[in-house]
């Protein structure tokens, strides 16, 4: 029973590894983006993006954004420092609850949270309601262990028609961020679209159509720091 039960793991992680190929591995080695900046994949100039890092550093200084390789691209771009950003690429919610005693130990003030990219395309017969749950829980560790932080929750980003077209799972976005607005109002946390921003700066999209050039991230956080609902 045990070698049937070791068998069963090993096929649904090789399912798991295809499946989420477009956000990177799953597990230990999430902490590597799946996508490169163009024209700076041997590491040489500085972004526009990292330029004006400094400025995003006192309003975002008690803040940590937790999520998948979306959320990374803040730090990966240099908009953020690394200590406020704890994300990783093919992160789920599920997997994200490996990260709380990292979170705590970082004591934010203010938990910005932006998981689902990975969740839609989880291979479970519900993708949507098997990551709510889990989100669930993931917001209800985050308040016990952080008592005084506040929660805001990010919408999964959309992403192009092309890449709809290579993977349809993702027409499933619009679906799933009614759900985790729901589960906001639920939870009594904050809940914020990035849709409309993300259709208003459509070209800025990655070549992959999913994930967002440096340029992107700076107007994100000013964005977000508009809200003063959201950010105070």
């Given at each position: 029973m045990k070698m049937l039960k070791k068998i069963t793991g090993m096929l649904l992680i090789g399912t798991v590894a295809l499946t989420v190929g477009a956000c990177g591995d799953q597990g230990e080695k999430a902490q590597t983006p799946a996508y490169t900046i163009p024209g700076q994949e041997d590491g040489a100039g500085t972004s526009a993006a990292a330029q004006q890092s400094s400025s995003y550093e006192p309003l975002y200084r008690t803040s940590v954004f937790l999520g998948d390789s979306i959320t990374e691209g803040l730090s990966y771009h240099d908009v953020l420092e690394k200590d406020n950003v704890l994300a990783g690429a093919g992160k789920t919610a599920e997997f994200a609850l490996r990260d709380i005693d990292e979170l705590v130990r970082r004591k934010p003030d203010h938990v910005f949270i932006q998981l689902g990219s990975d969740d839609i395309l989880w291979p479970v017969e519900d993708p949507q309601t098997y990551?709510?749950?889990?989100?669930?829980?993931?917001?209800?560790?985050?308040?016990?262990?952080?008592?005084?932080?506040?929660?805001?929750?990010?919408?999964?980003?959309?992403?192009?028609?092309?890449?709809?077209?290579?993977?349809?799972?993702?027409?499933?976005?619009?679906?799933?961020?009614?759900?985790?607005?729901?589960?906001?109002?639920?939870?009594?946390?904050?809940?914020v679209d990035l849709t409309p921003l993300v259709s208003a700066h459509s070209d800025l999209y990655d070549t992959d159509g999913i994930h967002f050039q440096a340029a992107f991230y700076p107007i994100l956080l000013d964005f977000l720091n508009d809200q003063s609902d959201v950010t105070r």
């Open positions: 990551s709510l749950a889990h989100y669930a829980r993931l917001i209800d560790s985050v308040r016990a262990k952080l008592t005084t932080a506040k929660i805001t929750l990010l919408s999964v980003t959309p992403v192009t028609s092309e890449a709809e077209r290579t993977e349809p799972r993702y027409r499933k976005i619009g679906d799933y961020n009614g759900g985790l607005k729901t589960l906001a109002a639920k939870e009594q946390v904050g809940f």
